[in-house]
């Protein structure tokens, strides 16, 4: 599979650039959100296969935009895989009860990275042939 659009929320710029790389390298379409309103604008109009949602930005959290996108009809079918800070114990819990499918620790590893986005993505797929 590729060319589906994954939208990286994530206002630290060399984990931005890390996570786009490994999605161009895999086929995907990065589309990027420095903050969470920005993010819940593109998801919203663009509608990506996925969102990788960063938990700690400025302005509104991560978490806060999750359920936003969780509770707007035109966003709540999109997966949302948080991404969470290695140091921030309970991150992972907080974002699952906030409405995430998934989480992937930072720093981010390449090789778990396209797997979970993989796997995330794969899903979707299903769900929607059905
Ligand atoms: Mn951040």
Redesign the pocket.
Known sequence: MAGEKILVV???EA?MLLATSALQADGYVPLKAKTAEEGISIAKHEQPSLILM????PGMDGLTATGILRNDPSTCTIPIVALT?HAMKGDEEKALAAGCAGYMSKPIRIRAFSETVARFVCTQAEVHTR
Not at 54 to 57: K, R, V
Request: glycine residues 0%.
């Open positions: 994530e206002d630290n984990n960063d938990i700690s930005l800070a």
